[in-house]
């Protein structure tokens, strides 16, 4: 994900100066959950899923959640920019145990990608406060780890699995002309088909496939540096 963001970062710069807007790049941890879900799919080998998953976020542990993007500020304040979040996913114990498999997490990232709109208000409340709101729309491009129940494989991947939305609320203030830091409310949604990879060891075995749908919850806290 970091080497996608600092690609698109770099295409944005690029098309920005030309046009002598402010850049603004900013970069963020938080704390971020997710709610229950529904999924339904089969395994691999054909044995059916269904179940309400009780997702668990674990954003402050290894690998942790965190953000960053690149924003295009127009003289009417209107932004447009890309974005990546390193968000993540882990099904309970319940949840393995009731599904037939010892592992199933998307830990080295759920990443969601987006081309944001963003609007802000510079001064609105006081001096050096920024309130500011944004959308986007893009793609979920997980690292899947699964292992079935008794398999002698392990799906260790990262997958493109769907579209996603993200959705922002937060206030910045400005430390000077170029820093600012800020908070904000952020949660993303995505609509994503897994595979689960079949056990080679087992002959003509398909692969599985879980669809669900994550939508994620964060409280993030950033630093932001504009040109």
Do not use: C
């Not at 963001?5 to 002598?20: C, D």
């Not at 802000?120 to 986007?136: E, I, M, N, Q």
């Amino acid at each position: 994900m970091t080497r996608i963001m600092t690609a698109a970062s770099a295409l944005i710069i690029g098309l920005a100066v030309p046009a002598a807007a402010e850049m603004e790049l900013s970069f963020y941890l938080g704390v971020q959950e997710l709610s229950d879900s529904s999924g339904s799919g089969v395994l691999p080998g054909g044995a059916p899923i269904s179940r309400n998953f009780n997702w668990e976020g674990n954003s402050l542990e290894a690998p942790i959640y965190y953000g960053a993007r690149a924003i295009w500020w127009t003289p009417s304040d209107i932004g447009f920019g890309l974005e990546g979040t390193h968000t993540k996913a882990y099904a309970s114990s319940a949840d393995k145990a009731a599904i037939g498999v010892s592992r199933f997490e998307l830990s080295d990232g759920h990443n969601i990608i987006t081309a944001n709109v963003m609007k802000r208000w510079p001064d609105a409340f006081a001096a050096k406060l920024t309130p500011y709101v944004g959308a986007g729309i893009g793609v979920a491009i997980p690292h899947v780890d699964a292992q079935v129940l008794g398999a002698a494989n392990r799906t260790f991947d990262y997958e493109f699995t769907g579209p996603a939305v993200r959705g922002i609320a937060g206030m910045k203030y400005d430390i000077n002309d170029r820093w600012a830091v800020f908070g904000e409310y952020q949660f993303t949604w995505s609509d994503n088909d897994i595979t689960i990879d079949a056990d080679p060891t087992v002959p003509g075995q398909t692969n599985g496939k879980l669809n669900t749908e994550l939508l994620t919850h964060a409280i993030n806290i950033g630093i932001a540096y504009r040109f």
